[in-house]
């Protein structure tokens, strides 16, 4: 697995923890669902600290607490 996809999947695992729909995560964060959507899916490559900062203000969680998940160990080396 690599960081992006590292990344969509701890939003989901987030969503699916508090009972929120994506639409409804974007609405508590302040971002458009497509903003979301695209960090989801292949069209965003880099998904932004500054868009991954915004969920966790919504969420009402710390950036740590984000990266606190064993999705995040052993990742795909990007640069090879």
Do not use: W
Request: contains cysteine; aromatic residues 4%.
């Amino acid at each position: 697995m690599n960081a992006k996809e590292a990344v969509a999947k701890r939003i989901m695992e987030l969503c699916a923890e508090r009972e929120l729909a994506v639409n409804a995560l974007a609405n508590i964060c302040g971002m458009s669902p497509s903003t979301i959507y695209s960090m989801l899916n292949a069209k965003s490559k880099n998904p932004g600290v500054v868009s991954i900062h915004k969920i966790c203000d919504g969420l009402e969680i710390s950036i740590r607490k984000f990266f606190d998940s064993p999705l995040f160990e052993g990742l795909e080396q990007e640069i090879k």
